[in-house]
């Protein structure tokens, strides 16, 4: 059975920090796993991914404040995020590509100005 369990998403203030980790099971042979974000009322968008061999691509939105990294081991991905903006407010989805995509069930980041 595939499984992306998130966690660590919360309310927090501007400027702080948060991070996130998303642990995978079920999946055969992950290349992709990575992080998007949905707020109210856009679109899914790409924050940041990572390869098996550790190649990184960030959205410009978080470039230079986060920071994305992976435990091929535990099939595990993690995001670290520094000096949060508003603008960070989303439902973060945790995803993980092998065969096929699959996506977690997301994590509410909330950022109060």
């Known amino acids: 059975q595939v499984q992306l369990v998130e966690s660590g998403g919360g309310l927090v203030q501007a400027g702080g920090s948060l991070r996130l980790s998303c642990a995978a099971s079920?999946?055969?042979?992950?290349?992709?796993m990575g992080w998007y974000r949905q707020a109210p009322g856009k679109q899914r968008v790409l924050v940041a991914i990572?390869?098996?061999?550790?190649?990184?691509n960030y959205a410009d939105s978080v470039k230079g404040r986060s920071t994305i990294s992976r435990d091929n081991a535990k099939n595990t991905v993690y995001l670290q995020m520094n000096s949060l903006k508003f603008e960070d407010t989303a439902v973060y989805y945790c995803?993980?590509?092998?065969?096929?995509?699959?996506w977690g069930q997301g994590t509410q980041v909330t950022v109060s100005s």
């Open positions: 995803y993980a590509n092998g065969v096929r995509s699959h």
């Open positions: 079920g999946i055969f042979s992950i290349n992709v």
């Open positions: 990572i390869t098996s061999g550790g190649s990184t």
